[in-house]
Antibody, heavy 115, light 107 residues
Framework: QVQLVQSGAEVKKPGASVKVSCKVS????????MHWVRQAPGKGLEWMGGFDPEDGETIYAQKFQGRVTMTEDTSTDTAYMELSSLRSEDTAVYYCAAGSWFDPWGQGTLVTVSS | DIQMTQSPSSLSASVGDRVTITCRAS??????LAWYQQKPGKVPKLLIY???TLQSGVPSRFSGSGSGTDFTLTISSLQPEDVATYYCQKYNSAPATFGPGTKVDIK
């Protein structure tokens, strides 16, 4: 059974970067298509990007192009999402999720951007 | 990009009622449609994939239908534990867009 465990909450200042990790257990990362989704307080789910197995590459939502980088360390089965040039509107819970349809999900990582 | 819409945005129904939520894609997506349930403060949970396939462990009162551009999620008999926001999502190709959500509560 696949489990995803994310890193802990972060508080960042505007303009900084944040890197969230997602550790896979039960499967190897190479067997999964990993995606990242965020949810601002009181708002809906927003897909940020993920691995497209048909193209064999990571695709980013246009909104985050140039600001987000998703990487994988297959030696530790850990996926990472780094978001740069943070602003207050990036305050959200960030989730990793695996598969074509998203199951399972990580527990979420709250990123707070505040001066 | 394909846009996803849902209706209604919220609903209130009585325990035991049949509840239907509609999701519409701006272009055809075949059956590449998933439904998620998110309870307050919790992680989203997959209910249905491939438009109508019930995820293992999900109660049979949940069902999905549709293909192309129009999809529905039906709760055959609403239970108190079904209070949540429900999201549809397309996954045929990037971006894997979510609908805006439908909030369901008990009357």
């Amino acid at each position: 059974q696949v489990q995803l465990v994310q890193s802990g909450a972060e508080v960042k200042k505007p303009g900084a970067s944040v890197k969230v990790s997602c550790k896979v257990s039960g499967y190897t990362l190479t067997e999964l298509s990993m995606h990242w989704v965020r949810q601002a307080p009181g708002k809906g789910l927003e897909w940020m990007g993920g691995f497209d197995p048909e193209d064999g590459e990571t695709i980013y939502a246009q909104k985050f192009q140039g600001r987000v980088t998703m990487t994988e360390d297959t030696s530790t089965d850990t996926a990472y999402m780094e978001l740069s040039s943070l602003r207050s509107e990036d305050t959200a819970v960030y989730y990793c999720a695996a598969g074509s349809w998203f199951d399972p999900w990580g527990q979420g990582t709250l990123v707070t951007v505040s001066s | 990009d394909i846009q996803m819409t849902q209706s209604p945005s919220s609903l209130s129904a009585s325990v035991g009622d049949r509840v239907t939520i509609t999701c519409r894609a701006s272009q055809g997506i075949s059956n590449y449609l998933a439904w998620y349930q998110q309870k307050p403060g919790k992680v989203p949970k997959l209910l249905i994939y491939a438009a109508s396939t019930l995820q293992s462990g999900v109660p049979s009162r949940f069902s999905g239908s549709g293909s192309g551009t129009d999809f529905t999620l039906t709760i055959s008999s609403l239970q108190p534990e079904d209070v949540a926001t429900y999201y549809c999502q397309k996954y045929n190709s990037a971006p894997a867009t979510f609908g805006p959500g439908t909030k369901v509560d008990i009357k």
